[in-house]
């Protein structure tokens, strides 16, 4: 048995997210796919977690094994030529059996985008476009709130499983002001189901005047989930890299 | 009866070119749609001239006549509200009636990217990936052999009607390099069908090695339609501005 690890990217606009769901358009679907077309298996792929739908990805992680050895550049050839255009693996290399994309994780990065000029239909997949003046320098304020182990439940999906651990830590959160658009870059442990685009869509309630700064550190305090507040749309985050 | 002037902005991906055909996805279609809406009128459009499948507009203009007159700014908000996420109308002006989109254009510019770096998904549908390596050089050389007054007959559709006009002035022809992409501006008087793709298409065969930059000249002078050389693709095309 042969694992390799594969570092890859994909535009998140025409897909239903990462994890396959039955016959949906889905990332995963579309590697098991091309790999079922080059190897003539059906392989099992993991992932360093799912991404939802129109989210996108510089560095997703999967792994998979083979039963016959295939050298990488080899393979990420073959693969690549099966792909629809709007999946690429970047690098493939052959790994330890030890080694397994989610759980071998030590943290991962997500960007998110926030287009500051006027609506461009040519970026309206790829960051989000808030039609309110914002704060930046508020918002460049509120994002360090996050940095820190707290109790991200609040900041989760409500309809998140009760068992899970929701202390996430989050080691780096800072925004970076260009010219035509925010960055805002989040580096952790791990998120939860919608955890980036739940702080994103607080920041930008913060940003717009609509809810107050300590609003963050009481979230994180009280884990209450009767504040009302936005997700932010998927379109503007990305699964930057994940780290080993 | 009063004429409103527009500057739009599209993505180009998902329509099949700017000119209605039928019930196609098109740009033109979905504009009269919106206006539809807005007025309860059919309201017949004038373009600075079509483009095709895939290519992208940053500077189209238009202009069409009301019956009733609408304020520029509200009508832009209100057409807006009624477009889908790929057209957006950047401004409206009212102009006199002498004022039309194609005839009282000057001239036009178009701007061709192709990605430098590895080929990425979510450049896809945005920059032209080339897999040979190119000679940069040479290919900012070529360029400028189109710039000045020629008989382009060679660098257009082999469908084009006979009677056509192909003799047309490039003022500006040159290509700039950037870290990630090289960049192609071309200003004319305008430009035939498929024109800019085929210049495109030839720089990219001189670039690669596969035509010598005196081709060029050959066909300038001939109008040779035996040369077989590519169209470069439509994604990487953008009608950048129209001037008056």
Chains 1, 2 share one sequence.
Not at 97 to 116: D, G, M
Request: a neutral charge; charged letters at 25%; hydrophobic letters at 35%.
């Amino acid at each position: 048995m042969y694992r390799y690890k594969c570092i890859i990217s994909y535009d998140g606009t025409n897909f239903m997210g990462f994890q396959i769901q039955d016959d949906l358009r889905t990332v995963e679907l579309e590697i098991k796919n091309a790999l079922f077309k080059l190897t003539n298996e059906d392989i099992k792929i993991y992932s360093s977690g799912r991404t939802d739908r129109y989210v996108h990805a510089l560095g997703q992680v999967i792994h998979f094994d083979l039963e016959n050895e295939i050298p990488p550049l080899g393979l990420k050839r073959g693969i690549n030529s099966y792909l629809p255009k709007d999946i690429y693996f970047k690098s493939i290399e052959q790994v330890d059996v030890n080694f397994h994309a989610r759980f071998s994780a030590k943290s991962k990065e997500y960007r998110y985008y926030i287009n500051k000029k006027e609506y461009s239909p040519l970026l309206a997949n790829y960051q989000a476009f808030i039609s309110y003046k914002l704060d930046y320098n508020l918002m460049g304020e509120a994002i360090k709130l996050f940095i820190g182990t707290h109790n991200f439940k609040g900041f989760s999906s409500s309809s998140i499983d009760p068992r899970k651990d929701t202390v996430k830590t989050i080691y780096e959160a800072k925004m970076n002001e260009y010219d035509d658009y925010l960055e805002f870059i989040f580096v952790g442990t791990g998120f939860l189901k919608y955890q980036i685009r739940r702080m994103m869509g607080i920041l930008i309630d913060i940003g717009r005047g609509k809810l107050d700064i300590n609003i963050i550190n009481y979230i994180l305090e009280t884990q209450d989930t009767n504040i009302l507040f936005k997700t932010a749309d998927g379109c503007g985050l990305y699964l930057y890299q994940v780290n080993y």
